[in-house]
């Protein structure tokens, strides 16, 4: 296969290195790809937002498959545009990727196919927010209904601090979600999905505080572990069976079927899992660590899942041992980053780790610079969570950005047994 990822992250330069360690592929692409990227891969420029850009690109390089990695290319209709075009295309269309674009349409959903969630209200004009407000707490959801990169939520005790929130995009003329709280250690549940044909990967953990035990404003994820030490082995069925299938069967009664990665994230409560929210593609950080794992074909399951034949696709294998992934990032984030520094370190080569580029540019004379907010990745593994851990933190010790800055705890309480599912009621 000849396959065209789409994106810039470390989540993408993931993609490509489990690409490329599949014999089936025989050439990979990436657009507009990211410096890291380039080492392993041919990188064009790309317009991802563009259909005709895209499908143009796609054609050009006589791609196979087009793996579309962030949701807002997804959103606007991207993957439709290329299946048009004849080439098979790893992601839903837009009219499901509402699963993701639209928190309303996934609650809408969640609730005609009787899958356990929190308690919602839409609020959509300014005057109705104290209200609701009251109808909820005393800790406080809010939520952008639109796509806000993991960083649209607030979760605080502090009634100001969540109408101050919802005062805010209101008045940028976003809608806000309103939820009640949903208790219990979080999973990410990555699954392939063609129709109603669900293939579960590993459980993962992301860290999305920015700051050390679980600390200061929600980011995009500050580092993912996988697998969850802590979560009983049927629990991966049960989401399967009581989340994600019943999920999939719902949209395709609504001639809406989902194809491509269906990310559910879910609070694992007294009354078991109950879902946080839905993602329509791979999420960044957990891609990173989950893929560190694949011990067989990536490029096949994704085809599969494209051409509607998941059904007949070999099961995904996985190495014994845990993986982690630490993301540096730049200063200030995940406000207005700083940009423009050089980074150093970033090139060593290390057994069992592996440097994943997010927001990285290469300047005129060479040097590497940081270019975003969530700047490189540290991913390491290990025969358990402890020795990943390590691994990674000595690495990232040895990268340096001015101002840079990462969490020290990622995968922490998980290798010192301190989580532990509560008691069902």
Avoid at 69 to 88: F, K, N, Q
Avoid at 279 to 296: H, I, K, M, W, Y
Avoid at 377 to 396: C, F, Q
Wanted: hydrophobic fraction near 45%.
């Amino acid at each position: 296969m000849r396959v065209l990822v789409i994106g810039s992250g470390a989540r993408e330069h993931a993609l490509v290195v489990a690409l490329r360690r599949d014999p089936a592929v025989r050439a990979v692409c990436a657009a507009p790809g990211n410096p890291g990227i380039a080492q392993q891969a041919d990188v064009r420029p790309v317009d991802p937002t563009s259909a005709e850009s895209v499908v143009a690109l796609a054609t050009e390089f006589k791609a196979d498959l087009v793996v579309i990695g962030p949701e807002v290319p997804l959103v606007l209709g991207i993957a439709d545009a290329v299946r048009s075009a004849g080439i098979a295309c790893f992601g839903p269309s837009a009219a499901a990727a509402r699963i993701e674009g639209s928190k309303a349409f996934a609650k809408d959903v969640m609730g005609a196919a009787g899958v356990c969630t929190a308690r919602s209200e839409i609020v959509d004009h300014p005057g109705e927010l104290d209200a609701a407000l009251d109808r909820f707490g005393p800790t406080w959801v809010v939520k952008d209904d639109g796509l806000a990169a993991g960083k649209g939520v607030v979760v605080t005790a502090d009634r100001s601090a969540a109408r101050d929130h919802g005062a805010e995009l209101l008045e940028q003329g976003h809608p806000v979600l309103l939820e009640s709280f949903l208790d219990g250690p979080e999973v990410s549940l990555f699954c392939l999905v063609d129709g109603e044909t669900v293939v579960p990967l590993l459980p993962a953990q992301d860290h999305k505080r920015i700051g050390d035990g679980d600390t200061g404003p929600n980011t995009g994820g500050m580092g993912a572990y996988t697998p969850l030490p802590w979560l009983p082995a049927e629990s991966v069925a049960e989401i399967v069976d009581t989340v994600v299938k019943p999920v999939a069967a719902e949209m395709a009664q609504r001639d809406v079927p989902f194809s491509g990665l269906l990310y559910a994230g879910l609070a694992m409560g007294q009354a078991g899992p109950a879902v946080v929210e839905f993602n329509c593609r791979f999420g960044d950080p957990e891609t990173q660590a989950v893929l560190a794992l694949l011990d067989s074909p990536l490029g096949a399951l994704l085809h599969a899942t494209a051409t509607g034949t998941l059904a007949r696709a070999e099961a995904p294998r996985w190495k014994d041992g845990a993986a982690i992934t630490v993301v540096l990032s730049a200063e200030n984030y995940p406000g207005r980053p700083r940009t423009g520094d050089v980074i150093t370190g970033a090139d060593t080569v290390e057994p069992d780790t592996e440097v994943l580029h997010g927001g990285t540019a290469q300047r005129a004379d060479g040097a590497l610079i940081s270019a975003g907010g969530r700047v490189l990745n540290v991913v390491a593994t290990g025969a358990d969570l402890s020795e990943a851990r390590a691994r990674a933190y000595a690495r990232i010790a040895g990268i340096k950005l001015p101002g840079g800055h990462y969490r020290t705890d990622i995968g922490l309480a998980a290798a010192e047994a301190r989580i532990s599912l509560p008691a069902r009621v």
